[in-house]
């Protein structure tokens, strides 16, 4: 018995039927059916963001690697195209800091492809402006409606945050892959967020004097927005987990058992009655002590915390795993490959998980990538042996050239 594939072209993609051939006919087995939704970069356009005074880049559809010393520009360049993606910097929460110093402005621009139709994305911010988001020439009234729309996933030593830092940044990657896929979802956490704030300011009000009836009115909005964010991130990790513990075993190639785990205060009670048994709390504290806000995700090994008992090597496997596991959830929601930003990586891993990665790369199941590397030929020289198409360019000074 031999798999044969079927090759479709459906409205602008590609669908891939394993048939079996049995004897002098065909017949489907076990259907498996890949939809790939081809998207990527065509090129990129940057004009005084961080580092970068002009450059514009033609983009290979496989693979492009940045290459050069620290701090000439390649992790900018990676952030210009996380910016694309989620309309602000993978590391400054601050616009301004974006613009090269002592310039006005800094435009990023890219034009990609989807399902085989092209389209521009531009992201420009004047100091003292606000910034300016375009898709098609067309300026989003906001930020948020473009979240989605041109998935990224970025691998980057400063994964590690999400181990050693606290629930906020947590609950920051388990909302970035959900509001992906969920508009609601994202509305709601916006509008809860608001809330929250409404809700904290009233209770910082001098000598306690606060009306019960306006603080009702914020909470019974509060509750429906925090119940649905609850069953969205619950659903969610409960799917994405076998994924993670899938990718955690073929990168660790042993058994020792890891855990991820949602952590929230609605699973044991109803957001009402927490507002009602912290009430008096949250008035001494002067902020709202329990909810949503404060979910968070759990990571062990062995059944001990991650951040104390995990070695270096496991935790890299850990965050190797979450990441390529946010990558497969993306893809298999949205049907498409986002475009993956390996940001100084293969400096920082041993050759098992070197070989892992680049294996993926080589049987084009990371769709296009990003690498930035010190080494002018390590990395060229192991795409060219795997006879993976790349571009390459050296990046000094914040200016890249091509390598030919």
């Known amino acids: 018995m031999s798999l044969l594939p079927l090759i479709i072209n459906y409205n602008e993609s590609l669908i891939i039927i394993l048939v079996c051939k049995n004897s002098f006919f065909y017949k489907l087995q076990d259907i498996l059916i890949y939809r790939i939704f081809i998207m990527y970069l065509k090129s990129l356009s940057l004009v005084n963001f961080k580092n970068i005074f002009q450059v514009d880049i033609n983009l290979s559809e496989r693979v492009n690697c940045f290459i050069g010393n620290n701090g000439q520009g390649k992790t900018n360049l990676l952030d210009a195209i996380y910016h694309l993606s989620y309309t602000k910097s993978f590391f400054n929460s601050m616009d301004s800091q974006n613009i090269m110093f002592d310039h006005p402005f800094y435009v990023i621009q890219g034009n990609a492809s989807v399902h085989n139709v092209d389209f521009s994305l531009y992201c420009g911010l004047k100091r003292g402006d606000k910034k300016v988001f375009r898709k098609n020439k067309k300026v989003y009234k906001k930020l948020a409606d473009h979240i989605g729309n041109f998935p990224v996933v970025m691998i980057t030593p400063y994964d590690i945050n999400l181990i050693l830092e606290g629930g906020d ?9 959900i509001a992906q896929f969920d508009k609601g979802y994202l509305q709601y956490l916006i509008q809860y967020n608001k809330l929250l704030k409404q809700r904290n300011a009233l209770l910082k009000i001098q000598n306690n004097i606060v009306s019960n009836e306006l603080m009702q009115v914020y909470e019974m909005q509060m509750e429906e927005k925090a119940n649905f964010i609850f069953e969205k991130r619950n659903i969610f990790v409960n799917d994405f987990i076998p994924l993670f513990n899938r990718f955690y075993k073929d990168i660790s190639s042993n058994n020792e058992s890891v855990g991820l785990d949602y952590i929230s205060a609605l699973k044991d009670s109803s957001m009402k009655n927490i507002f009602d048994s912290n009430r008096t709390k949250d008035l001494i504290l ?15 090994i062995a059944e001990h915390p991650l951040k104390k008992f995990g070695s270096q090597g496991q935790q890299k496997t850990f965050l190797i795993a979450l990441k390529l596991a946010m990558f497969e959830y993306i893809k298999t929601k949205k049907e498409i490959n986002p475009i993956l930003l390996l940001d100084d990586i293969f400096d920082k891993l041993d050759d098992h998980r070197v070989g892992y990665i680049l294996n993926l790369i080589e049987q084009n199941k990371l769709g296009q990538t990003f690498i930035t590397d010190t080494s002018i030929k390590k990395i060229p020289d192991i795409l060219n042996n795997l006879n993976v198409n790349h571009n390459s360019f050296v990046i000094e000074s914040g200016k890249a050239d091509i390598v030919k």
Request: charged content about 35%; cysteine-free.
């Open 286 to 300: 002067k902020y709202t002590s329990q909810g949503v806000h404060r979910d968070d995700l759990s990571f062990t």
């Open 169 to 177: 940044t947590r609950r920051k990657f388990l909302d970035s892959i």
